[in-house]
């Protein structure tokens, strides 16, 4: 059984990634998570910033779980093509990526506020590079080449979700996926 916190934590990172940060209030989170009113402020001392860095994070470690759960990059990037699809499709094309939102949301006009939920993001992306690129290094891939094939894949599902949410419609993954693989196999042949 998760804590009131686990689900104030879980509710908020799921919250954002169908409404976008600017658009999670802790109202919403408490509704979302079945938390008594009180609890925001008694988990979260640092308030609202304090519950979306912790969403972020709890949304990067269970990304990074995903790239981690298999061997091998194709392995991977089919694995994490399979759970946004899903996603896409059960959300109806609500579903984005948390982190995503959370790193363009930036309020210009009050960056103590928001620097450290994009410092947040930034390492979630810089984390999950450095997991791709130990699958691809596994792989037999260069590092070099490698570091630059993880970035690409990062960009390339990060767009292909928001593309898919704009379109209603899968097909911008399935474009990506079928140009990633086919490089992933390439390069697992040219390593050899």
């Known amino acids: 059984m998760t804590s009131p916190r686990e689900r104030m934590v879980a509710s908020a ?3 954002i990634r169908e409404r976008g ?5 802790i109202a919403d989170v408490l509704a979302a998570s079945g938390a008594p009113r009180g609890s925001a402020y008694h988990y979260f001392p640092g308030g609202r910033t304090q519950l979306i860095c912790e969403a972020v994070d709890f949304a990067a470690d269970y990304i990074a779980g995903k790239v ?25 094309f609500r579903a984005g990526c948390p982190v ?10 009050n960056p103590d506020r928001t620097a450290p939920m994009i410092d947040r993001a930034a390492a979630a992306f810089r984390n999950w590079n450095r997991l791709i690129v130990g699958q691809l290094v ?13 970035v690409l894949i990062v960009a390339s599902l990060e767009g292909a979700l928001v593309l898919a949410q704009a379109a209603r419609s899968v097909d911008p993954l399935d ?4 140009q990633l693989h086919n490089l992933l196999l390439a390069g697992k042949s040219e390593g050899k």
């Open 138 to 150: 596994a792989d037999g891939i260069g590092r070099v080449r490698a570091e630059e094939i993880a």
């Open 68 to 92: 981690t759960e298999v061997s091998g990059g194709v392995e991977m990037l089919d694995h994490l093509v399979a759970h946004y699809r899903k996603h896409l499709i059960a959300t109806e």
């Open 175 to 178: 474009v990506v996926h079928r």
């Open 13 to 15: 990172a799921l919250l």
């Open 100 to 109: 995503l939102a959370v790193a363009i949301e930036a309020d210009p006009d």
């Open 21 to 25: 940060a600017q658009s999670t209030a």
